[in-house]
């Protein structure tokens, strides 16, 4: 095993993929049609970048983290600070996107 430099230093945002993809798609086809072919990771990343940090926090996405809610994307905030703990939160995607970057704003070291 080689250990490597990560290029990010404040934190990751984990989305899962698989709640765009299967669950909600197959659970709540009306939410999957108002969702349409937006990506929260990607407008997290984007957003980021925009905002000025969006090489110090690495948004990614990933396959089920095992705590799902129906119609929502899971998200889990990691950040690099021993002061600000893990957080994992249900969204509503198009909802809730701007808080949830805010809440990543908040948390990772300047």
Do not use: H, N
């Not at 129906?70 to 909802?95: H, N, Q, W, Y």
């Amino acid at each position: 095993m080689k250990a490597v430099e990560r290029k990010w230093k404040s934190g990751a945002v984990l989305v899962c993929e698989k709640c765009y993809t299967t669950r909600i798609p197959d659970e709540t086809p009306e939410i999957a049609a108002a969702i349409g072919d937006f990506r929260l990771r990607d407008w997290l990343k984007e957003r980021c970048r925009e905002a000025g940090f969006g090489k110090r926090v690495r948004v990614m996405g990933t396959t089920c983290q095992d705590v799902c809610e129906v119609g929502r994307v899971t998200v889990t905030i990691l950040p690099l600070s021993d002061t600000a703990p893990m957080e994992t939160f249900a969204v509503d995607a198009l909802e809730d996107r701007e808080a949830v970057f805010q809440r990543i704003r908040e948390r990772v070291s300047p």
